[in-house]
């Protein structure tokens, strides 16, 4: 186990590393530094000497790969690459536009992102089981064939207008809750119920159609026949075997977004003002801070692979047949 | 007789994109207490269909539509489904096929036998345990404190077919139904479960349906037979009845299909064309399309059931005025098949197949599975070498590194004299025209997205077999005949074709690019036993005609009885004896041979 | 003066490979099959003829030309305007044309904010003035309830009277040809389109049916113009999409070894950065190209148009490793089946192998895997472009009106006219295409097969 987890930690340094270039090359070869600047000046009336002052002003005036100007240690680390690439490594994602420390601005807006994303994700999951189990306890009847169509359309409709439906009717037209904002403390709970609420019922349509195929299939198996011959009733053989073998599955997709929920749900916290890093990001993705977006890019990145990680690891808890070594 | 278990007029129907099947039509039988009654026929005979029938226990495209099923006093076709259930599992358990997948994966095997007696009595805690510990012990596993926690894929095929009867027995049913319970196992695997159904029956006194389509199983196990065919039971008789003079011309003929040594003189009985589909309406008997002795009015009437005496029923116009004659006695010694000392075609020499094991944070290697570790044969120009074995002893990769499919770890694979072993792959095209192979799943060895005679050309075209497309065509018309297809097989895709004609098409396929040696790697196996006669029977043929040699990869000792002329017997990636077939089959040295050949239930 | 743009020829060339490709299927009963599976279910073929209807408006939005401007003096060369349009908007002229000033609600002859009028008398009041064109043609407002009415009835009058040409023409026709295709739900569809299609068409005339934006501008002619938007983020995507995930899953599933390695490094790498943050970054860095290189992009059309490409090749380029993994997990499988075995022992070429046994026998995933993206490509657009990494602003699309919408959401009484519109033809368009997809998969699979 210990050696597996050394193992899978050691396969996602090049992974990281690869990702690390990616980014670089989207940022800094596509366009030049130089362009960067021109486009956040302005395009027209810029002069040289602002451009100069602007990558100056967050370190962007340096080489890109190597700096052939210094020597030793300096001729890697006193370049682009190093400082803005490298440097993710250790976590050290320098300044915002707004010149604020991008990290300590992390660590603050985790915990709005939190207290969204993770009840949205354990309400959904408990719902989507449950109105996955009842269409596969009913399948074949009229009450499965009315939640797939009901699953269909509400897979068809875009989240844009679940918040937007979702405000409308619940804060606009009967005022239950504020429309939008954030408090700190138990005051954050009335801001949280609706973006709750809308994002559990729509994840409905993709994610109980997608655990009732699930539950079908393991129906399908030899063993659950077994189990019916030994008089066993349907719920028993419903909860006791079906649901059992389908965590299997559902693991797969469920625990690789766990570490995700850092990273929070970009449009439900920007149409609610949530300020978690789902705003925050999309924030800087609208005023173009290519700090901010390199960070989430990376911090992404390593959450991800961190979910890889967990979902192998989950396994070995639900799954008898897999032992990692 | 007073019956356990009684079925009268059942009938069921399964709703297919073809229509309505009518996979049981009309069964009747009955089952006393004590008694084994085994229900054989060929794959979709409807034997399946019935026992599920009997549990209500149909997959949801099926249906029974007509009449009973009754427990004792019990009409079970009547009752609502929350009393079915206290019938599952407490007075008729069943048990599957196919261990493997019938025991949940993510549950102990304790718990799934325990699972039984906490449903069906008020046992629990300690008392559950200590039975679940009896059960397994009866069912011989060995340290059942151990293996009560375990799962099932850390259990053998044996161990998990054991488990599966400890569940099913676990409260004492009146009524066992087993469906194929053996037919996953090797043999020498499946000789000790038959022993421990026998033992269970004999000791619980409980009915025991028996599902199989192997005869030899019938003869060891049952007590009654009814043979089954298209839905209906076509002949119900006791065991030595049925044995010594089976009526219904099928019957007859599902006998004289067997292979065995004392075949060996000439082909095999077979019953010609298939099985008719159950979605059509039956005017006159459903055998008379393949039956040679059926007359007009087998074609016109369907027949009754004939009560001969001692409980012997048949449905044949023809047993209303005279019985069959007893089955004819094995004709006498085996006729010696050739055996010139011709030269061999194939050697190989201390061949081994190693696959690594890795393990650790580097992936090193740790150790090898030896799936093949020093195996030397040799085949002989127009011979038949059948290398014997069970599963996982390796006899397969022998033959895909004989082909060079895999690269052999070490040893010498010549052909002709010829070295194959690392050679590169354009060198070894040369000899692949030399080398062919049949494999054993007629469904998964030809492409689905190809026409039959794309199929037999791409063989061609590629080792440059016939110098144009149309003297290609010409052959494909040529081989298609040779391997008995219709010509206008050709343009129609394998989906088409039944699984023997499939495998007609796959003989074809090898055929095409003019081998001296074909490797035959369990080419029957997968096929119903009248099927089997028919594709042993062309296999034959074609070797007496072109002088192939064959290497016939099989764990069917019948099959090699009848063909082979040398046999090795391979146990644990290497030959444990091997010699003249005569000689190895008859006066095995080896032990494990010895075991092997003790373990076929035998008809005779 | 005919202009192609590129999102425009690799459209119609998208429209040739389809074609192609049927022509090809027909001849194919492993493809020809479950096609006529998929269409023998009266779902798919609804939303089929749904789908054929958005088809038909994209398709005419992607015919683009520049209109000759008057001529000043006879014998001058012909000019032509600056500005592309379509055949859409030469068909719709009288929708792109009639502007009004400002909001305006469905089917309204007053504009939605007062303004300061000058009465015939010379006072002035603040009211709800007229609209330019929206009723325009009624002297009194208060015959307005019977002009809509009698409207309505037209327009559902001559929708009945073109479904029963329809009806009667595919009876003689396709359902001869067909028979086991189930024309009655095809009927049902093209019944319900025409009855909505017919009375817009005769309100159109005269009202604007779905409203006016802010710069007044009619909804319902915004609406038509983003179905070509979305249609192309669902397709062309593919084109980038497609030759990525095959070559990549195929190769590593069938040569396994370093190859495999690589290829399934590249694809956890890729997916391992969040998928819309990478868009983002991706679309950022495009949008910085075009604004620091203007002189390549000498017009709007072709800027949003080069945007529009673009947000195609990267959401491909982003969204193959899918189909890449999933192309692995079943060449796997297949290059340990028996046929091709028996393929390896006649020395079949590597090459022939992928392309007479392993690619055939994928083709079903690759089919599924398209039309199950589809929709969740349209559903992504109007995210990202919500996001601001989307289409160009100035690209009719469906996010672009949720975007500008969304502003008015706090306004009394709420202007919900264009968010209306935007959930109902997305819904329609969405949902045919998962009714479709749930069709072509259940007929592709070959797991139903019995």
Known sequence: MIAYIIRRTLYAIPILIGINFITFGLFFLVNTPDDMARMQLGVKRVTPEAIEKWKAERGYDKPLLYNAAESGRRFLTETIFFEKSVKLFVFDFGRAEDNRDIANEIRTRMGPSLALAVPVFLVGIAVNITFALGMAFFRATYLDLWGVILCVAMMSISSLFYIIGGQYLVSKLWHLVPISGYAEGTDAVKFLVLPVLIGVVGGIGAGSRWYRTLFLEEMGKDYVRTARAKGLAESAVMFRHVLQNAMIPILTGVVVVIPLLFMGSLITESFFGIPGLGSYTIDAIQAQDFAVVRAMVFIGSVLYILGLLLTDLSYTLVDPRVRLD | MSAALELAGLRTTLDTPRGELRGVDGVDLAIARGECFALVGESGCGKSMTALSVLRLLPEAGRITGGSVRLGELDLLALPEAAMRTVRGRRVAMIFQEPSTALNPVLTVGRQVAEVIERHTSLRGAAVRARVLELLGAVGIPEPERRMHEYAFQLSGGLRQRAMIAGALAVDPEVLIADEPTTALDVTIQAQILELLAKLQRERGMALLLITHDLGIVAKMADRVAVMYAGEIVEVAPRAAFFRAPQHPYSQKLFAALPGAAQRAGPLAQIPGQVPPLTQAFAGCRFAERCELAFERCRREPPQPIALESGHEVRCHLRERERAAPRAAPAGEPAARAAAAARPLLEVRDLKVHFPIRRGVLRRTVGHVKAVDGVSLAVAEGRTLALVGESGSGKTTVGKAILQLLRPTAGSVRYAGEELTGLARAAMKRHRAAMQIVFQDPYASLNPRMRVADILAEGMRSLGVGATEAERARRIGALLEQVGLPADAQARYPHEFSGGQRQRVAIARALAVEPRLIVCDEPTSALDVSVQAQILNLLRALQERLGLAYLFITHNLAVVEYLAHEVAVMRGGQIVEQGPAGQVLGAPRHEYTRALLAAVPKVD | MPVLLPTDALVWLLVAAVAAFAWYSSR????????????????????????????????????????????????????????????????????????????????????????????????????????????????????????????????????????????????????????????????????????????????????????????????????????????????????????????????????????????????????????????????????????????????????????????????????????????????????????????????????????????????????????????????????LSYVGVGVDPSTTSFGTMINAARLEMAREPMVWWSLAAAFFFMFALVLAANLFADAVRDGFDPRVRV
Request: proline share 5%; aromatic share 8%.
């Open chain 3, 28 to 383: 194919r009963p492993h493809l020809a099959a479950p096609w006529a599976r998929v269409l023998r279910s009266r779902a798919a073929v609804a939303s089929a003829v749904v789908l054929g209807c958005f088809m038909l408006v994209g398709l005419l939005d992607s015919l683009h030309y520049r209109p000759a401007l008057p001529a000043k003096d006879p014998g001058a060369p012909v000019a032509y305007s600056v500005e592309v349009r379509s055949a859409l908007d030469a068909l719709l002229t009288p929708l792109r044309t009639k502007l009004e000033k400002t909001y305006s609600a469905p089917l309204a002859t007053r504009l939605y904010q007062k303004e300061t009028v000058e009465r015939p008398d010379g006072s002035t009041a603040r009211e709800f003035p007229r609209l330019a064109h929206g009723g325009a043609h009624l002297k009194d407002e208060a015959r307005w309830g019977r002009d809509v009415a009698l409207r309505i009835l037209a327009g559902l009058a001559g929708a009945v009277a073109l479904w029963s040409l329809a009806v009667l023409a595919g009876r003689r026709t396709l359902a001869r040809r067909w028979p086991r295709v189930p024309w009655s739900a095809a009927a049902a569809a093209l019944g319900g389109l025409l009855a909505l299609a017919g009375p817009a068409a005769m309100l159109a005339g005269g009202y604007h049916v779905l409203g006016t934006s802010q710069v007044g501008s009619d909804v319902l002619y915004q609406a038509l113009k983003s179905i070509r938007t979305s249609l192309v983020i669902g397709t062309l995507t593919t084109l980038v999409l497609l030759p990525l995930g095959i070559v990549a899953g195929i190769a590593a599933g069938y040569f396994k070894g370093w190859v495999d390695d690589v290829i399934q490094y590249l694809y956890t790498t890729l997916n391992s950065i969040p998928g819309v943050l990478l868009i983002a970054a991706s679309v950022l860095m495009v949008q910085v190209y075009v604004d620091t290189h203007p002189e390549l992009f000498p017009t709007s059309a072709q800027r949003a148009d080069f945007r529009l490409l673009a947000l195609c090749a990267i959401l491909g380029a982003v969204s193959w490793t899918g189909l890449a993994r999933l192309l692995r997990g079943e060449t796997l499988k297949l290059a340990e089946l028996e046929y091709i075995q028996a393929a390896h022992a006649f020395g079949v070429s590597h090459s022939r192998v992928l392309g007479r046994h392993i690619l055939p026998n994928v083709a079903h995933i690759v089919i599924i895997s398209l039309v199950l993206d589809f929709s969740g490509l349209v559903l992504a657009e109007a995210v």
